[in-house]
Every structure is written in structure tokens, then in C-alpha cells.
């Protein structure tokens, strides 16, 4: 089976409110996890990283947690904007190679 | 530009023809990766190079064959294309392979298999 996922395949939430994507991992040595954003028609862009010393990281309008102890991480959007529209994937390079084997992505809809 | 390419951005072929998708990046990046992409199986590695002329495979590499000659290009081809490749590729780069090394994608190749 893969080695992470996300639990739903499409989250749809009005502009303005937070939005919180989570991801499931298998790994427990996973040490470092990344999101990227896709947007309709182009490739994953880095969006935040977070490394398994970390419970918390900010960047701007973007919140990574983890939760090493039931291996779950989430991404929350603050003030979720209609450019945010993308399917979002969660990605673990932790194996021994670093390169990352993505979840199946949420699909995030702003609504205006 | 500077950034990493792939050509052409859209390609219908017919089954058993061979096709080649091109990626080429511009910044001397060690390694770069094929991915495809299909509803509901999310990024699948089909093949990484660390360097010019070596080549690795990824998790889903058959029928597929890579080459890297020069460090910036690294074509992807499909020896006999059959409908189950139908898929949208996306090449990537990276300049070396420790964790903190962001990956790089292009804008992808959407090839349909008729």
C-alpha cells in the first residue's frame, strides 16, 4: 500500500474561512514531510516542508502539524482565497533514496 | 527562459508507435525524476537519473525507457505505446538528493494513447 494519504478527496469550504487538510503516514521513520499545491494545468509547487523534530511550522498563511504519534500531519490555509483552489499533496522523501512518494492529493474548492 | 521544460505539452498517438517526451532543465540540477499522474493513483516515479548516464527505476517503470546523455536533458520514451499509458507526465529536478533539496516540477505532458 502507499505510504501516505489523504483522508478525503476533496474538501470545499467558502472564501475567508481556514481550511485544514490532513495526511495519513505508515512510516513511523519518516522524518520529513513536504506539501505541494497543484494547479489545474501545471506541476506540483513546493508549498511548506516540516521535519519530524517539529510539531509546528508557519509560513506565510500556512500551518503544518505533525502528529508523530498517530503519524498524521494536516495543512491549514488561513483565510482561504480563491487562488488556493488546487489539489494538494502531501509527500514523504524519508526513504532511503529522499525521493518522495506522494498521497493521492485533496482537491481543495474556494467558493467566492 | 530558466526553469525546467518538457515538450510537447500535449501529444495523441496511436497504440504501438513510439513516442519520446522531452524535459530539459537549466540549472545544472543533478537529478531528475518522470512521474505520471492518473486519477486516483495520485505522482507514480517511473524512473530518477543521479547523473548523466545513470538511471534508476522507479516504481513503475515498465514499458518505458530513459536515457540522460547531458546533465540538462532527460527524455522519456515509449517504446510501443499502449492505452494504459495514456497519463500526464511530469518531469522534475532536484540538485541532489538530501532531504532539504527542494524538487522541481514542469508543467507536464498530457498523452493520450488512441
Known amino acids: 500500500g502507499e505510504s501516505v494519504g489523504l483522508h478525503l478527496p476533496t474538501l470545499s469550504v467558502q472564501e475567508g474561512d481556514n481550511s485544514i487538510i490532513n495526511c495519513a503516514y505508515s512510516n513511523s521513520a519518516s522524518d520529513y514531510f513536504i506539501w505541494y499545491k497543484q494547479e489545474s494545468g501545471k506541476g506540483p509547487q513546493f508549498i511548506i516542508d516540516i521535519r519530524s523534530n517539529m510539531d509546528k511550522r508557519q509560513g506565510q498563511r500556512v500551518t503544518v502539524l505533525l502528529n508523530k504519534t498517530v503519524k498524521h500531519l494536516s495543512l491549514q490555509i488561513a483565510a482561504t482565497q480563491p487562488g488556493d483552489s488546487a489539489v494538494y499533496f502531501c509527500?514523504?522523501?524519508?526513504?532511503?533514496?529522499?525521493?518522495?512518494?506522494f498521497g493521492r492529493g485533496t482537491s481543495l474548492i474556494v467558493h467566492p | 527562459d530558466a526553469g525546467i521544460t518538457q515538450s510537447p505539452r500535449y501529444k495523441i498517438t496511436e497504440t504501438g508507435r513510439q513516442v519520446t517526451l522531452m524535459c530539459h532543465q537549466t540549472w545544472s540540477h543533478s537529478y531528475m525524476f518522470w512521474y505520471r499522474q492518473d486519477l486516483g493513483h495520485g505522482l507514480r516515479l517511473i524512473y530518477y537519473?543521479?547523473?548523466?548516464?545513470?538511471?534508476d527505476k522507479g516504481e513503475v517503470p515498465d514499458g518505458y525507457v530513459v536515457s540522460r546523455s547531458k546533465t540538462e536533458n532527460f527524455p522519456l520514451t515509449l517504446e510501443s505505446a499502449t492505452r494504459s499509458q495514456t497519463s500526464v507526465y511530469f518531469c522534475?529536478?532536484?540538485?541532489?538528493?538530501?532531504?532539504?533539496?527542494?524538487?522541481?516540477f514542469g508543467p507536464g505532458t498530457r498523452l493520450t494513447v488512441t
Open positions: 537519473s543521479a547523473a548523466a548516464d545513470i538511471t
Open positions: 509527500a514523504d522523501p524519508s526513504g532511503g533514496s529522499y525521493i518522495p512518494t
Open positions: 522534475a529536478s532536484r540538485a541532489g538528493l538530501a532531504g532539504y533539496y527542494e524538487q522541481y
